[in-house]
């Protein structure tokens, strides 16, 4: 297998997505898988429906049609608010868009006419994190202009917190939620049938003792691929959290001093490194630096650490081991890191179920950690 790439284990992401189908069911709460994180990967997909998930979400049409043209036949929903100029593709390969903006359900109705089909809208709702959310003052006449328009269905209404402000989702906001819902009911005479409470940052709420009164759909990505939720990116119950790990290859390893010399001005990357003088130390460069990964957001093996990072190279303070040039070392990786490397064109996606991938890792590289 070549370097850098990430390795993701499908029999791991199908654990984690049906832990949470079953623990979440339990409390009439049905899960969308969220892709985007993996680019809409057609196997994390696939390994997500034999969960059993109710559908995909994505926030970038381009996923959702790469996603279709591999013939995923699953509903999927658009997470992120259409693009006004992409109202055609959204309403071809989405069967669920959220919206706040008039003026693209407008777009969107005239769309699905033209394309003969009807498309459902969930409304999200502004509970707090100052993202994307129609002001709940506003919500009934956006929902009765959605009733109104034709070929759109009124599918649900819905709400993202702890992205922008990291607002928690709690009783309080989820119940103003359900209040909601049953104010748009009884206002318009229709029926939700989707009240979505959020994405996995909701799993504490979801899984705890509240009562979960109207909300019956999260869209979870991050929880389904780490195994943790982002308030406190603490590991969840039962869930793995080794699914994904990145590999990288060593492609210097010296003894050198702990300080540099020279007149120091500022890096590639404009921050500073503050180095003591800790002597001489085993130091190793990787062949991955920003363009592919957020260095932040990897997790060495024991007794590595991670000095820094400029474009191309990862610099490693060895510690007490010393790293053959060739080596592999193995990372774990926080959202952000996924999401880089995901993108970077130079990682190797290596996706596969359990047995294959632990075969592949017992070819590699003698000295590998
Ligand atoms: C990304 C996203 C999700 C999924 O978030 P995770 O933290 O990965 O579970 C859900 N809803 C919306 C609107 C999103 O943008």
């Known amino acids: 297998m070549s370097a850098p790439r990430l390795e993701i284990d499908l029999d791991k992401i199908t654990h984690n997505a049906r832990?949470?189908?079953?623990?979440?069911?339990?409390?009439?709460?049905?899960?969308?898988?969220?892709?985007?994180?993996?680019?809409?990967?057609?196997?994390?997909?696939k390994a997500m429906l034999r969960a059993g998930v109710s559908g995909l979400g994505d926030s970038r049409i381009e996923n959702i049609e790469a996603m279709r043209l591999q013939r995923i036949s699953a509903p999927i929903m658009l997470i992120r608010s259409p693009m006004l100029s992409q109202a055609e593709r959204v309403v071809k390969c989405a069967d669920i868009s959220f919206n706040t903006e008039l003026a693209v359900v407008r777009r969107l109705s005239s769309a699905a006419q033209n394309a003969e089909r009807t498309h459902g809208i969930v409304l999200m709702v502004e509970l707090g994190d100052l993202r994307e959310g129609i002001l709940p003052a506003d919500l009934i006449n956006a929902a009765r202009e959605v009733v109104r328009l034709p070929h759109l269905?009124?599918?649900g209404i819905g709400v993202n917190l702890a992205c922008h402000s990291g607002v928690a989702p709690d009783q309080h906001n989820m119940m103003a939620l359900s209040a909601l819902a049953d104010e748009v009911e009884a206002a318009l005479d229709v029926k939700l049938e989707l009240v979505s409470g959020g994405n996995s940052a909701n799993l504490n709420w979801a899984l705890g003792n509240g009562r979960v009164?109207?909300?019956?759909?999260?869209?979870?990505g991050e929880a389904i691929l780490l195994g943790r939720e982002p308030l406190h990116r603490e590991p969840?119950?039962?869930?793995?959290?080794?699914a994904i790990s990145l590999v990288a290859e060593v492609i210097e390893s010296k003894t050198k001093p702990s300080l540099p010399w020279g007149t120091l001005a500022e890096t590639a990357f404009g921050g500073d490194v503050t180095s003591t003088d800790t002597g001489a130390m085993a130091r190793a460069i990787l062949a991955v630096g920003e363009q592919d990964i957020a260095p932040d957001g990897l997790e060495p093996p024991e007794g590595l650490t991670i000095l820094g990072a400029s474009g191309d190279h990862l610099l490693i303070d060895c510690g007490q081991r010393r790293l053959q040039v060739g080596a592999e070392?193995?990372?774990a990786?926080?959202?952000?890191?996924?999401?880089?490397?995901?993108?970077?064109?130079?990682?190797e996606k290596a996706m596969a179920r359990g047995s294959a991938l632990r075969r592949g890792a017992a070819r590699a590289h003698a000295g590998s950690v």
């Not at 949470?20 to 993996?38: N, Y």
């Open 329 to 331: 070392v193995r990372f």
């Open 333 to 347: 990786v926080n959202y952000s890191a996924l999401v880089r490397a995901m993108t970077s064109p130079f990682v």
């Open 153 to 155: 269905a009124l599918t």
């Open 19 to 45: 832990v949470l189908v079953e623990d979440l069911g339990a409390r009439g709460i049905v899960v969308t898988g969220v892709t985007k994180a993996a680019l809409g990967a057609v196997e994390v997909a």
């Open 213 to 220: 009164g109207r909300i019956n759909h999260l869209r979870l």
């Open 236 to 242: 969840v119950d039962g869930l793995h959290t080794d």
